[in-house]
């Protein structure tokens, strides 16, 4: 019994040495990096993700929130922050940015951090590519309801 657990001993802290030696996650040069999935940027006030925008056939429709979506507000939809959270959106490219209230709950495609009102993507420059890279920033945190 003795020797087996010296075997253990011995042999229990090589393999885990050896196994923490892996390459980890698989190397892409610049120009075939698949895009990020969303990701927190800092002490969770901050995300940096993908933001698209919806428009007319929702218009008038009633959001999460029981609010009725206005299109040309400067609202957006957003998985998890409380309603009435108030976000500066702003576009990597274009150093654009807008200010927005959480009034309504998604986007539901998985690579994409925020829908904005269409208002809030004219201010960003959003309508012509449909989409943008964007860092959300945290302003005023919203109440949630009970």
Known sequence: MVLLRDAA????????????????SPRFTSKERPDPAPRETSLSTQLEGVASYYADEFNGRTTASGEPYDMNDLTAAHRTLPF????????????RSVVVRINDRGPFKDDRVIDLSLGAAKQLGLIAMGTGRVILQILELGIQPK
Do not use: I
């Open 9 to 24: 001993v011995l042999f229990l802290p090589a393999f885990f040495l050896v196994a923490g030696c892996g390459s980890g």
């Open 84 to 95: 009435g959270t108030k976000v500066r959106v702003t576009d990597l490219t274009t150093g």
